[in-house]
């Protein structure tokens, strides 16, 4: 075993040296492998020392803290506690799993003091958490539910799953007890961390704390509680709808949108097209739905749209969170039938919808005989891609232009024929075909119509243009 250690010496010797090459990397990891798992404990002070001294070095960091034996538990912890302390270590999974391999005794004291010492920072407090929760022991929870409030709510909810998959009876039992004597930070964390599968085990408990004085405590409650599935308590949560604290009003409408299902989602639309309900509930009704995201959500949105009176621009916005490509088309499907004084309403949501709209009018146009055709040309001529497609024109590749010409003729608008026209005279063959055989297809009553207008458009260059193409399709001659 003398032989590893001094195998690793001058490994080592060599690694620090300038310049480093990929021979010497993996001589040097190697070694440090070896006396991981062959060497005494003078190899393993070196693996120690050599870990201190390249801590920057992720790959090394990554490769070689996995591999530390059990049997040196008394070295390595401290240095492992040392590069838990450093917010700009990067192997800290690695780091975790490995302390977890080690005696919980000679470790727990240090990362109950850093979790304590205010001077330690959001990263390194949630990783000292971490190892707590993942450890199989009561030891350390009642500390870990005392200082969720610590951590984020996905943390917390991750850390008390940890906590619960171990501990199950310890864990149901420590958190009842803190949520009847904790305080608000406490119980609103701890709520809101509760294991799915354990929020009926806590409803009673936690439909009582719907009415507690915390605004935080009121909001994590009426999550878990809608959460749960259950009916009731779903009817005693839609009181907070009605909370003086607005953050509580729309936290309960995303709650019930989200997990409510049909029975929620008809409650708030009831409570949306009440005459005698405040705009204040109104506003949290719309996000809930948006929240919701489901179709029962959306036709009570765009149904919204139809009393054209108050709230048009919050329904807008709860509306255009549904951008998946079913609901932009039915968008366009509403547009069929809707009145004058509505039409604008969708084609605003359309708008707002950008690139994914532009995406769906396009396969409309592409389909035969579509009926929403005319409604697909409108909003393109009204969303700024015929004017990114005119500016393609004059791309240097053909294949660019031509893809260009294609599009506004498959438009067929009066705005993208003026576009269309003038490539007109362009270089390529291929563009001046499609040019012509739009001009073509513009042959008759409503054609001409479109012509007319052209010849006597204000750009020079466009009446020009249309004048010169009118002629080569009365010829049947592209040169």
């Known amino acids: ?27 040097y990891l190697n070694s440090l492998e070896c006396a991981c798992a062959r060497g005494n404990d003078e190899a393993l002070y070196l693996v120690n020392s050599e870990l201190a001294l390249n801590s920057c070095s992720e790959t090394i960091q990554r490769k070689i803290i996995p591999l530390l034996p059990e049997r040196g538990d008394w070295i390595f912890i401290p240095t492992l506690i040392k590069f838990l302390e450093d917010p700009d270590f990067q192997a800290r999974e690695e780091l975790m799993q490995t302390m977890l391999r080690f005696p919980p005794s000679m470790y727990v004291p240090e990362l109950i003091s850093v979790i304590r010492d205010e001077s330690y920072g959001y990263l390194i407090k949630t990783s000292s958490l971490q190892i707590l929760g993942r450890l199989r022991d009561t030891s350390g929870i009642q500390y870990i539910l005392e200082n969720l409030p610590l951590l984020s709510l996905d943390d917390a909810a991750e850390y008390a799953g940890y906590l619960f998959n171990n501990t199950p009876d310890f864990f149901n039992e420590r ?14 964390r701890l ?16 439909l009582s704390f719907l009415s507690d004085s915390s605004p935080a405590v009121r909001i994590a409650s009426v999550k878990a509680a809608v959460a749960s599935g259950n009916s009731k308590a779903l009817d005693e949560c839609l009181p907070l709808l009605h909370d003086p604290q607005e953050e509580v009003r729309m936290e309960t ?19 949306l097209f009440d005459p005698g309900e405040t705009a204040g509930v109104k506003k949290a009704v719309l996000t809930g739905l948006a929240y919701g995201g489901t179709e029962e959500s959306f036709d009570a949105l765009a ?14 916005n709860a509306l255009c969170s549904f951008n998946d490509d079913v609901y932009i088309r039915k968008l366009f499907q509403f547009l069929v039938d809707a009145p004058p004084k509505v039409h604008p309403h969708f084609m605003k949501v359309l708008y707002r919808l950008g690139r ?25 001529d009204n969303s700024g891609l015929l004017e990114t497609t005119a500016r393609k024109l004059v791309h240097r590749d053909p294949e660019e232009r031509y893809r260009a010409a294609e599009f506004l003729a498959l438009v067929g608008s009066r705005k993208a024929y003026r576009y269309l026209i003038t490539a007109a005279k362009d270089p390529s063959k291929e563009v001046r075909i499609e040019v012509i055989k739009a001009v073509d297809r513009l042959q008759s009553i409503e054609g001409n119509t479109v012509l007319e207008e052209l010849k006597e ?10 004048v010169w193409a009118l002629e080569r399709a009365a010829a049947k001659e592209i040169k």
Do not use: H, M, W
């Open 253 to 271: 409408a995303k709650a019930i949108g989200r997990y409510g299902l049909k029975k929620g989602i008809e409650q708030l639309k009831g409570l």
């Open 1 to 27: 075993r003398s032989l590893i250690t001094n195998l690793l010496k001058k490994a080592a010797a060599l690694y620090s040296g300038t310049p480093r090459d990929p021979y010497t990397e993996e001589l």
């Open 303 to 316: 149904e919204k749209l139809y009393e054209n009176g108050e709230l048009i621009g919050e329904t807008i």
């Open 457 to 466: 458009d204000p750009d020079r260059k466009v009446r020009r243009y249309t």
């Open 191 to 206: 709520i809101a961390a509760l294991p799915r599968q354990e929020l009926l085990f806590f409803l009673n408990t936690i």
């Open 356 to 380: 994914k709209a532009e995406i769906i009018a396009e396969k409309i146009l592409s389909e035969k005989k579509s009926p929403l055709r005319e409604y697909a040309v409108e909003f393109l």
């Open 175 to 188: 958190a009842e007890f803190l949520l009847s004597s904790g305080d608000e930070k406490i119980r609103s």
